[in-house]
């Protein structure tokens, strides 16, 4: 969950200057900051910062969730090697419990198992 929301608002941060604010005399400010202009240096380095944020932090966990649910249905049918990823990738595949995950641990067969 703490990660989840991580990601959110670093994507929100990330968005921020490409939210403008219509002035009457066909001017665009930014939202949260309305005393940057669009297209001006200080946009510039707004959009530069953004794209940094978005490149470096949004993409990777986007990819690593994805990695994640590849190895796991991957993996689907043996179950130690279920339960090898899903601990490795315990942030994407819900809430970190020791009790949860030595329990899974004990029963990963038959949580592998599917109709069988």
Known sequence: MVVQAALITL??????PYQYFPHPNNEFTVMVFPDVLRNTPEHAFLVACSLVLFFL???PFNVCVIAAAWQAYAKRDDAA????VLVMFKLFFGRWRARGWLELGRHAPAFARRGA
């Open 11 to 16: 994507a929100n941060v990330a968005l921020i």
């Open 57 to 59: 932090f949004v993409v």
């Open 81 to 84: 090697a279920l339960a090898r």
